[in-house]
């Protein structure tokens, strides 16, 4: 309990091929894959991590058919809506982050509200990246520094690591300390690519909507075995 992540981000995958499995429809399993993200949310208060990041939906996952994206797109808003009273029971404040604006009006209009009505919640916060991809923010990022040097208020040599973070969307959030992808996929599929720079990554065959909490504790003990030298030597660490 002493070493416990400060933030941990989840690719949350394998809902499709879990689905299949059963003999059915790939919507099967994102209905399941709400059941893990409680589970995860869950233990991430009861531990006492502060932060927890899950990939819910990437600015290439619009490519999928139609009826999918239609489909975890309600989804999202059903349980969003479902989960606002939980979350202000336990204290949990919900961000998202990505291109939200383009996300349908109906999904931000309840995103919009359960961020708003839970933004004083301080236990922990939970944050869905939602037609996020970590290209289209560190583009967003450089143009948004590019106009302050326009403006006069920036110059190119001022630019530096702090001024680049704090211009992404995680700006007032620590970098994850631990990345979990389910499903046995080892990629990181355009996902907080700057703010994963000397994050610990844990990868599991489990599927998504089998992950539970103890998948979660797993990981977590694993990321404690493991020594975080951040570029420098083993005797400077221990020392
Ligand atoms: C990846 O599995 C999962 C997604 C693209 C969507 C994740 C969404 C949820 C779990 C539902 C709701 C989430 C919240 C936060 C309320 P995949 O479809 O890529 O699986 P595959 O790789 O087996 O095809």
Redesign the pocket.
Known sequence: MKRLPSHIAVI???????AKQQGQP?VY??RH??ES?RQVTEACAELGVPWLT?Y??STE?WARPRTEVDA?MS??VE??KQEIDTLNKNNIRLQAIGDLAQLPSSTLEALQFAIDNTAANDRMTLV?ALNYSARWEMVRAARLLAQRCVDGQLTPDAIDEQSFAAALTTAQMPDPELLIRT?GELRISNFLLWQLAYTELYFTQVF?PEFRKTHLYRAILDFQGRERRFGKISEQISG
Do not use: E, P
């Not at 949350?12 to 879990?18: A, K, L």
């Open positions: 949350m995958d394998g809902n499709g091929r879990w790939r399993g994102h894959g709400v993200v899950l819910a939906f996952n975890l989804l999202l349980t969003i869905l499903s998504w």
